[in-house]
DNA sequence: CAGAATCCCCTCAGATACTG
DNA sequence: CAGTATCTGAGGGGATTCTG
């Protein structure tokens, strides 16, 4: 099989839909920390239970650390990048650095993703 | 939506299944180059068809060439890494490099995917 | 607010069989 | 040799509804 390359199992769940665009967003946060209604809201199109759903990967793989409030009610959570969600940034640059130089005709960005993804 | 972005662009094709095998098996062939049957032999668990349609995937993006012996009979096909295709392979190195960083536990790769991956 | 539970749909991968 | 055609099953994504 090919699933023991360290390289595809990355690509497993980094490959998901709307997975870099979560990434992006705890990365452009106060302390690489957003909360959920918050990445909701930039993101739209994204529902509810996909969002939980990626979040959830992502603490399981350590990407992200989760952290409940709950002294707030209602409860609130926030989700930071941890040290290896920060450096992933750096693959997603190198995509979109190959993504420019050989697809320029692309450019046409989405407002919400690129033109502001401080890449 | 978020389809507009390169970056998400580019993850939609190159995040599915085989993609990064087939292209890394072209980047081990000769000046970048393979038979189909070959890369078939190398990548045990294709199928010829989700190996047709990565190739014709890949091509019509631009990452790969297709040419096609018409003199030989029985005819053969040959494909190769075109330098927008070569250059993505900073990209997987990349990925391979954070893989590595974060993720050492993982690093039992299967024999082919690997070892002799070149990366 | 932050999810969990359902339900539906649709694509995609895999297997098998067939062909120029 | 290099595919195409067809069928199948599993899984992922989306919408809706409900709840601590």
Redesign the pocket.
């Known amino acids: 099989m090919q699933s023991g390359c360290t390289v595809n199992q990355t690509l497993k769940y980094l490959g ?3 997975m870099l665009l979560i990434i992006l967003e705890l990365y452009k946060g106060e302390g690489y920390t957003r ?4 990445i ?1 809201e930039r993101l739209p ?6 969002l ?2 990626r ?2 990967e992502l603490e399981e793989e350590g990407l992200i650390e ?1 952290r ?1 409030d709950a002294t707030s009610v ?6 930071t990048l941890t040290e290896s969600g920060v450096d992933i940034v750096e693959v997603i640059k190198e995509i979109k650095r190959w993504a420019l130089r050989w697809k320029i005709e692309n450019l046409a960005c989405g407002a919400q993703d690129c033109h502001d993804c401080m890449l």
């Open positions: 998901k839909k709307w909360r959920f209604t918050e909701k199109g994204i529902t509810a239970k996909v939980s759903a979040l959830k989760k409940i209602p409860g609130r959570s926030d989700y």
